[in-house]
């Protein structure tokens, strides 16, 4: 089947560990995305990606890094340096990141971070 | 923000009834996407509808867009229990190399049987 997909589904970690949540697609999309998601405030975005080796910083950037070393996969890493990480992290990919195309996004089902 | 904003933030109604939603954005947009999210999953694309586009249809959903007032409409026809759900309107903006979508805070949709 395709799709993408996001494991684990539920994590805890202790204030001041880092922890990686993985993304894997296997769309062949080019661009990939982490988005954060709190009650009442919507989704923000945290970084994307629209190659491989190549990342951008979105609106919430601090705190987080990512890695693109295969198309298929973009971890996000959350550190200890991010204040608030008790979230619902959501992945996403499209076909292709330009101007006037039909960017349609593809979500995974989500990894709920709870830090204790 | 360049943040969408939908209209109104929970909308509660019967099986059977229609159920409007609103989303009101600030920037040129090439387009307009509604998603749909149930409780605790991932977000689903629904509709997409272009800036040169003024209403689109697939199965029960309608959407509307007036560039001119800046805001899109999503009209969920006969609705049932199973459309209970957040949906989100998100944006791509003009001129945007970058294809990104902003997305708005939602409406919670509960459909009562």
């Known amino acids: 089947d395709g799709g993408i997909t996001q494991s684990p589904k539920y994590l805890f970690r202790k204030e001041g560990q880092n922890v990686t949540l993985s993304c894997e697609q296997n769309l062949n999309h080019d661009a990939m995305y982490w988005y954060r998601q709190d009650p009442g405030q ?7 990606s629209q190659i491989v080796n190549d990342f951008q910083k979105g609106d919430i950037a601090e705190g987080y890094s990512v890695s693109r070393e295969k198309k298929e996969s973009f971890p996000l890493t959350v550190t200890s340096a991010q204040k608030n990480p008790t979230a619902f992290y959501l992945c996403a990919s499209s076909m292709e990141l330009t101007s006037g195309a039909n960017n349609e996004q593809f979500f995974g089902p989500g990894t709920r971070l709870t830090v204790l | 923000s360049q943040q969408g904003e939908e209209d109104p933030q929970a909308l509660s109604i019967q099986e059977g009834e229609n159920a409007t939603m609103n989303c009101s954005y600030k920037t040129s947009i090439n387009n307009l996407q509604w998603y749909r999210q149930n409780s605790g999953r991932g977000l689903v694309h629904l509709i997409l509808i272009r800036s040169n586009e003024r209403e689109k249809h697939s199965g029960r959903l309608r959407v509307t867009l007036d560039t001119s007032k800046k805001s899109s409409s999503l009209l969920i026809t006969a609705s049932r229990a199973a459309d209970t759900a957040s949906y989100f309107c998100a944006t791509a903006d003009r001129g945007s190399t970058l294809g990104r979508l902003y997305f708005g805070r939602g409406t ?4 009562w049987p």
């Open chain 2, 108 to 111: 919670q949709l509960t459909v």
């Open chain 1, 42 to 48: 919507g989704l923000r975005l945290i970084y994307y």
